[in-house]
């Protein structure tokens, strides 16, 4: 299993970015996905999630209203657009993915997910 995230780099506060990941290894439209960040000295803290279908989508409150998921299955890769960055949205972020079951208990809980990216580091400049 293999799961490319890309897209990261320095922008402005205020500016706009676009992570992707790339899965490969796994029936993608059988997982659930989600995007984790781990800032410097912090622990890492959960971002976003979509179902495996793309019907629902959670975020974390310090995001919510600027960050977007989305999903194309057909194409094996998760989004996630990040509009309104702000100095302390800077950290590596990384994608994950667990296996969808028929309740979405669980979907902002590092522990349940099965497999992990390598990360992207984003930063984001005052």
């Known amino acids: 299993v293999q799961l490319q995230a890309s897209g990261g780099g320095l922008v402005q506060a205020g500016g706009s970015l676009r992570l992707s990941c790339a899965a490969s290894?796994?029936?993608?439209?059988?997982?659930?996905m989600g995007w984790f960040r781990q800032a410097p000295g912090k622990e890492r803290e959960f971002v976003a999630a979509i179902r495996w279908s793309g019907s629902s989508t959670y975020f974390a409150d310090s995001v919510k209203g600027r960050f977007a998921i989305s999903r194309d299955n057909a194409k094996n890769t998760v989004y996630l657009q990040m509009n309104s960055l702000k100095p302390e949205d800077t950290a590596v972020y990384y994608c994950?993915?667990?296996?969808?079951?028929?309740?979405?208990?669980?979907?902002?809980?590092?522990?349940?997910?099965?497999?992990w990216g390598q990360g992207t580091l984003v930063t984001v400049s005052s």
């Open positions: 994950a993915a667990k296996w969808a079951l028929l309740s979405a208990q669980g979907m902002g809980a590092e522990y349940e997910y099965d497999y």
């Open positions: 290894g796994l029936s993608f439209s059988s997982c659930d």
